[in-house]
Every structure is written in structure tokens, then in C-alpha cells.
């Protein structure tokens, strides 16, 4: 006979108990805050792990006498514009309550939203600059709307004061992964209980919680109330349903891991199979039906093959090969703006059609519009300036962006008037389009100078027939740079230029 004995999971609070255990990581962090003048910024995505910590850090601030608090915490939230909106909505009000409760509480510690620059956002890196949705292979996206906002507000204070503490909710029992490089890290403190930051010089880090279990961050939180008067009960209520993973963390380097399957992230995130959190919100709760156009949205862009939207030419224009295959690259002007439409059909459903607090939601904010149209018009040469007409189609309402700063060389007529001649041959038309751009945007300087250079980077980008022509032009190119010989003096063209029929050689001109 075979007895199973089930083994409870050890808790961090086995020791002292619970209520002792809470205690001395409150005096703990008291003492670590009294040790130095050097300011802390505490990592705060709103959910459990960050909540958890906040709440001990907030607990042993309030429990110092007010002379006692003589250096600034602050508390930072990275918004990246795509998160889950019933999560960026609870975030955002999450902090405008705390910002008026450490106020009437005497407490030094201050709450702040960040988020991306423009032009790190990720509709104007995707709709604007063309990049496709994010990948394992191409993620694109965390240095951009995570790394870099979080980093440039800690490197700040480590400008401002010399040296910055991060409190973070990072545990070891989340992951192997995750416990490997705690452990490692650990190993290098400087300071009892404050480990390095690889990526931030003169950043330590503080992980108050770093051995409990997800268990005992959740009986914390159940039996510990809310000192800034927010619900963890609440909280509670919008994991259910979700995965295991948990949430996203407060990211400051590429080592940190993705949000996954977590409820907490972006809710384009094509880096994972299906969005199980907000497919779980909609399913459990009808009044969270407003988000299907989200969903379905998200869908479009995971793709297996989206080959078809992208130019076979990467960003730069050239003609790369992989097993035989051009490598594409960004979306074609078609796909981004097919994208704007479906997001801007979506937010304006979800405003007629939502509950009363996303009557006002933007998906898209005005400045990544205004960006997004400059790329187009200016980066890209698509002087139709198809945006402002998407916009009012879309949103059924008049743009809401200013003149564009630009004079575009041809007017709507004479667009029409070389899409006639050119018929079907699109690279035919971006081509001649970009000429007249280069030489209109070139007319009015006194020095014309970059103006062959920009011409001949046009010709190259359009030169091909098609993709068949560019593939085989670049089988050739590859041909020529294997049996290219060393450089000569001679004068003669270069192997590749003729591999690529951009010149022809002396003999054959000669015909």
C-alpha cells in the first residue's frame, strides 16, 4: 500500500510567523532607508508583486517619525499606450490616489506615469515606420516602450544624486531563470541586502520580497489592507481567470523577461500565441465585451506569413537573401494604412458602443498621429497624405491635426494623372514619386548638396522590375561578391554595380 503524503510548499513566513515576519521586513526597509541619502525608485506595474512591495515600503515610511523621511521615494509606472485598458485605467487611477494619499499622510514619496517617447511608440513604429509585429526573433518592442522609458527616469536620478536604489518586486520563485540570475546578482552585493544593476551603473537594487511565493504575496495581500486606500480585493478579482505567470515587471534590461501569458501587458503582444487574459476578461464578464475589437485586431497582426504585406526590400532598401528568399522587410504603404483604419474603426466603435469610461479611449494619440503622417510624407515620400482622409472616414469627424508643415510637389490631380500612366507597375510609381520629392524638398536650398546622393539611393530602391527581378539581381550580386577580385586602380566599374545592372560594361555600352 502506497501513502501519499502531500508536502506543503515552504512559506516565507513559516519562521516568525506571519504578522513577525511582516514586521521585520518593514524594519528592515526602515533601516535600509535611514542608512544613506541616496533616493529610491520603487518599480509599480499595479499588480500583486509590485503592489505587495509598495505596500511594505509605504508601511515603513508611515511607521518613521516625520523628521525621519528626509529622502524622496519615488514610485514609477511605465505606461506603453498599448497596454490592456482595463489595466492601464486601474494603473493610472491607482496613482492618482496614491499621489493624494501620501500627500494627507505626510509621506515623501511621489507616483509617476511614464511612457514611451513619440517616437518610440508602437503605432508609430509599426503603422509609421513599417515594422512588423513583433517576434521572438525581432522584439522590437521592450527596449522601446519599457526599457527605455524606465531607464531614462532612473539614469536621471543617478545624475541628479550620484547613485539610486530600485525597490523591486522580483522573486525567485517565479522562475528558474529568474532565481539563477537573483542568485548570481547576489553574489555580487555591495551593501547587505542591495544587489548591481549590469545595465545601469551606480543603480542598486532592493528585492524585499525575493523569496516569497506567490502564496504568501497573495495572503499579504488579502490580509494586509491597502494603506493608500486602493482594493487588493479588486485585484484579486482581475487575476482570476487569468493565467499562472502573473505580471509584467517593472523592465530595465533585456535579461528581464516578457510579460507572456501574464494578464498585465500590452494587449497587441504578438510574442505569444493567444492573448489568454483578455480572451479570459471578455468570457467571464459581459461588460467587458467592448474589447472583441482589440482582440480581433491583435489577431490580424499574428500572422503566420505576412509576406504579402511587406516590401521584399528592407527598410534601408536593399535586397537581402535567405535560402534563396528575399529577407522582407517593413510593411508596404497598403498594409500601414490598413492598419490605421482598423484601429481607428475600433476605437471609434468602442467609444459608441463601451461603458461610460472608454467613451474617451484612445488607442492612438494625436501626437503619434501627427508623427505617424510626417513619417509617410517626409521619411517615406507618400505626399498623397492619405492620413487626415483615413482619420475622417474612420472616426466619422474632422482630423484633428494641424497643417502639414510641408509642401507637397503634386496635388491630388496630378497623383491621379501618374497612377493612370504608370497603370499596375507600383514600384514604377514610387519611384517617380520619389524623385519629385527629392527634387522639390532640394529646390529651394541655396547648396543642393545631398541631392545626387538622394537621387541614386532612389534609383537603387526602385530599380527592379518586380521581386522576381530583384531576387534574381541579388542572386547575382552574391555571385559577383564571391568572385570579386581585389580592388583595382584601374577605373573600371564595380563588379556589383554590374552584377546589379545599375551600369553595363564598356563592351556592351559599346553596341
Given at each position: 500500500?502506497?501513502?501519499?503524503?502531500?508536502?506543503?510548499?515552504?512559506?516565507?513566513?513559516?519562521?516568525?510567523g506571519?504578522?513577525?515576519?511582516?514586521?521585520?521586513?518593514v524594519?528592515?526597509?526602515?533601516?535600509?532607508?535611514?542608512?544613506?541619502?541616496?533616493?529610491?525608485?520603487?518599480?509599480?506595474?499595479?499588480?500583486?508583486?509590485?503592489?505587495?512591495?509598495?505596500?511594505?515600503?509605504?508601511?515603513?515610511?508611515?511607521?518613521?517619525?516625520?523628521?525621519?523621511?528626509?529622502?524622496?521615494?519615488?514610485?514609477?509606472?511605465?505606461?506603453?499606450?498599448?497596454?490592456?485598458?482595463?489595466?492601464?485605467?486601474?494603473?493610472?487611477?491607482?496613482?492618482?490616489?496614491?499621489a493624494?494619499?501620501?500627500?494627507?499622510?505626510?509621506?515623501?514619496?511621489?507616483?509617476?506615469?511614464?511612457?514611451?517617447?513619440?517616437?518610440?511608440t508602437?503605432?508609430?513604429?509599426?503603422?509609421?515606420?513599417?515594422?512588423?509585429?513583433?517576434?521572438?526573433?525581432?522584439?522590437?518592442?521592450?527596449?522601446?516602450l519599457?526599457?527605455?522609458p524606465?531607464?531614462?527616469?532612473?539614469?536621471?536620478?543617478?545624475?541628479?544624486?550620484?547613485e539610486?536604489?530600485?525597490?523591486?518586486?522580483?522573486?525567485k520563485?517565479?522562475?528558474?531563470?529568474?532565481?539563477?540570475?537573483?542568485?548570481?546578482?547576489?553574489?555580487?552585493?555591495?551593501?547587505?541586502?542591495l544587489?548591481?544593476?549590469?545595465?545601469?551603473?551606480?543603480?542598486?537594487?532592493?528585492?524585499?520580497?525575493?523569496?516569497?511565493?506567490?502564496?504568501?504575496?497573495?495572503?499579504?495581500?488579502?490580509?494586509?489592507?491597502?494603506?493608500?486606500?486602493?482594493?487588493?480585493?479588486?485585484?484579486?478579482?482581475?487575476?482570476?481567470?487569468?493565467?499562472?505567470?502573473?505580471?509584467?515587471p517593472?523592465?530595465?534590461?533585456?535579461?528581464?523577461?516578457?510579460?507572456?501569458d501574464?494578464?498585465?501587458?500590452?494587449?497587441?503582444?504578438?510574442?505569444?500565441?493567444?492573448?489568454?487574459?483578455?480572451?479570459?476578461?471578455?468570457?467571464?464578464d459581459?461588460?467587458?465585451?467592448?474589447?472583441?475589437?482589440?482582440?480581433?485586431?491583435?489577431?490580424?497582426?499574428d500572422?503566420?506569413?505576412?509576406?504579402h504585406?511587406?516590401d521584399?526590400?528592407?527598410?534601408?532598401?536593399?535586397?537581402?537573401?535567405?535560402?534563396?528568399?528575399?529577407?522582407?522587410?517593413?510593411?508596404?504603404?497598403?498594409?500601414?494604412?490598413?492598419?490605421?483604419?482598423?484601429?481607428?474603426?475600433?476605437?471609434a466603435?468602442?467609444?459608441?458602443?463601451?461603458?461610460?469610461?472608454?467613451?474617451a479611449?484612445?488607442?492612438?494619440?494625436?501626437?503619434?498621429?501627427?508623427?505617424?503622417?510626417?513619417?509617410?510624407?517626409?521619411?517615406?515620400?507618400?505626399?498623397?497624405?492619405?492620413?487626415?482622409?483615413?482619420?475622417?472616414?474612420?472616426?466619422?469627424?474632422?482630423?484633428?491635426?494641424?497643417?502639414?508643415?510641408?509642401?507637397?510637389?503634386?496635388?491630388?490631380?496630378?497623383?491621379?494623372?501618374?497612377?493612370?500612366?504608370?497603370?499596375?507597375d507600383?514600384?514604377?510609381?514610387?519611384?517617380?514619386?520619389?524623385?519629385?520629392?527629392?527634387?522639390?524638398?532640394?529646390?529651394?536650398?541655396?547648396?543642393?548638396?545631398?541631392?545626387?546622393?538622394?537621387?541614386?539611393?532612389?534609383?537603387?530602391?526602385?530599380?527592379?522590375?518586380?521581386?522576381?527581378?530583384?531576387?534574381?539581381?541579388?542572386?547575382?550580386?552574391?555571385?559577383?561578391?564571391?568572385?570579386?577580385?581585389?580592388?583595382?586602380?584601374?577605373?573600371?566599374?564595380?563588379?556589383?554595380?554590374?552584377?546589379?545592372?545599375?551600369?553595363?560594361?564598356?563592351?556592351?555600352s559599346?553596341?
Open positions: 500500500m502506497t501513502t501519499d503524503l502531500t508536502i506543503r510548499p515552504r512559506s516565507a513566513f513559516d519562521d516568525l506571519f504578522a513577525g515576519s511582516i514586521d521585520a521586513l524594519a528592515q526597509t526602515q533601516e535600509l532607508y535611514l542608512a544613506d541619502g541616496v533616493p529610491w525608485v520603487v518599480g509599480y506595474s499595479g499588480g500583486k508583486d509590485s503592489t505587495a512591495v509598495l505596500q511594505i515600503v509605504w508601511r515603513a515610511l508611515a511607521g518613521l517619525e516625520p523628521q525621519q523621511r528626509t529622502k524622496p521615494v519615488h514610485v514609477i509606472s511605465t505606461d506603453t499606450l498599448v497596454e490592456n485598458p482595463v489595466v492601464a485605467a486601474w494603473v493610472t487611477h491607482s496613482l492618482d490616489v496614491m493624494a494619499a501620501a500627500e494627507e499622510q505626510g509621506l515623501p514619496l511621489t507616483p509617476h506615469r511614464l511612457t514611451p517617447t513619440v517616437t518610440d508602437f503605432w508609430v513604429n509599426l503603422i509609421g515606420r513599417g515594422y512588423p509585429a513583433p517576434r521572438p526573433k525581432f522584439r522590437w518592442c521592450t527596449e522601446r519599457k526599457i527605455k524606465s531607464n531614462s527616469f532612473i539614469r536621471e536620478m543617478v545624475r541628479s544624486h550620484g539610486a536604489i530600485l525597490v523591486l518586486g522580483t522573486r520563485a517565479e522562475s528558474s531563470g529568474r532565481h539563477a540570475r537573483m542568485a548570481k546578482l547576489e553574489s555580487r552585493r555591495v551593501r547587505d541586502l544587489s548591481p544593476n549590469d545595465s545601469l551603473p551606480n543603480a542598486l537594487v532592493y528585492s524585499p520580497v525575493e523569496n516569497w511565493s506567490n502564496d504568501d504575496v497573495w495572503t499579504f495581500l488579502m490580509q494586509s489592507a491597502n494603506p493608500w486606500g486602493y482594493s487588493n480585493k479588486e485585484l484579486l478579482t482581475m487575476y482570476q481567470g487569468a493565467s499562472a505567470d502573473g505580471e509584467c517593472l523592465v530595465v534590461d533585456s535579461s528581464t523577461p516578457s510579460c507572456g501574464s494578464r498585465f501587458g500590452c494587449w497587441t503582444c504578438t510574442l505569444v500565441e493567444k492573448d489568454k487574459s483578455m480572451s479570459a476578461m471578455i468570457q467571464n459581459e461588460e467587458k465585451e467592448w474589447m472583441l475589437p482589440l482582440l480581433d485586431l491583435r489577431n490580424a497582426l500572422v503566420a506569413d505576412d509576406r504585406l511587406r521584399f526590400r528592407r527598410m534601408n532598401g536593399s535586397v537581402q537573401l535567405f535560402h534563396d528568399r528575399p529577407i522582407h522587410g517593413p510593411y508596404k504603404q497598403s498594409a500601414r494604412e490598413d492598419w490605421l483604419k482598423r484601429l481607428l474603426e475600433a476605437q466603435w468602442i467609444r459608441e458602443n463601451g461603458p461610460e469610461y472608454v467613451r479611449l484612445d488607442l492612438i494619440t494625436l501626437p503619434e498621429l501627427e508623427e505617424i503622417r510626417r513619417m509617410w510624407v517626409v521619411d517615406k515620400h507618400e505626399f498623397e497624405d492619405h492620413l487626415p482622409g483615413i482619420y475622417e472616414a474612420a472616426m466619422g469627424e474632422p482630423y484633428p491635426g494641424g497643417p502639414l508643415d510641408e509642401h507637397l510637389p503634386l496635388g491630388s490631380d496630378m497623383i491621379e494623372a501618374l497612377l493612370e500612366v504608370v497603370g499596375d507600383r514600384l514604377h510609381f514610387e519611384l517617380v514619386r520619389e524623385l519629385l520629392d527629392v527634387e522639390q524638398r532640394h529646390r529651394a536650398q541655396v547648396r543642393r548638396a545631398g541631392l545626387f546622393e538622394s537621387l541614386e539611393k532612389a534609383l537603387r530602391r526602385g530599380f527592379y522590375d518586380d521581386e522576381e527581378d530583384a531576387t534574381m539581381r541579388a542572386h547575382q550580386r552574391k555571385a559577383a561578391i564571391d568572385r570579386t577580385p581585389p580592388e583595382t586602380e584601374d577605373g573600371s566599374p564595380d563588379p556589383l554595380d554590374l552584377a546589379d545592372g545599375y551600369v553595363r560594361a564598356k563592351a556592351e559599346a553596341q
